[in-house]
């Protein structure tokens, strides 16, 4: 099985740099794995379309508006991703949206049975180099659970 994990967001932007920051404290915590790409998807554009269709299973981490206190994290699995992503459609800073990438696969027929989003609140979307406080401490809680879930997707692999 290969698993793409997937951090998305403008680091230019504080907390919308979410994903991508969370993706690169991941590549420091696990070992290069041939079963587990991880992937700084930046903001967005169609050439991820294919490492998607790729990918057996997906994991995506971003900022969402998830009306909580900034660095809330909620997981959403299968088609609870799908109906989060349907629902928040929201304006983007992103070239497309995952909601764009999401058709995309299930066109062609490779959206990934095994399929998380891990959504942080943002307290802050503008220039900044770094997430916020809030934001910052649920980086390593993202990590925590993305781990959690390559544990449980792998055992019953």
């Not at 932007?13 to 041939?34: I, N």
């Not at 959504?119 to 925590?144: H, R």
Request: proline share 6%.
């Amino acid at each position: 099985m290969k698993t793409l994990v997937l951090g998305i967001g403008n680091t230019l932007l504080s907390d919308e740099g979410v994903g991508v920051h969370v993706t690169q404290h991941l590549q420091t915590l696990l070992p290069p794995s041939d079963e587990i790409e991880i992937l700084d998807g930046g903001t967005l554009s169609f050439t991820l379309a294919v490492p998607i269709e790729d990918a057996d299973a997906l994991i995506v981490v971003d900022a969402a508006q998830l009306k909580s206190a900034p660095g809330t994290l909620r997981v959403f699995e299968g088609e609870e991703m799908d109906a989060f992503l349907m629902s928040s459609r929201r304006s983007s800073v992103h070239e497309v949206s995952l909601n764009d990438l999401m058709s995309i696969a299930c066109l062609s027929g490779h959206w990934p049975e095994k399929r998380a989003l891990v959504a942080i609140q943002p307290q802050k979307l503008d220039w900044g180099d770094f997430p916020t406080p809030q934001v910052q401490s649920a980086i390593p809680v993202a990590c925590d659970r993305i781990e959690a879930l390559l544990r449980e997707w792998y055992a019953v692999h």
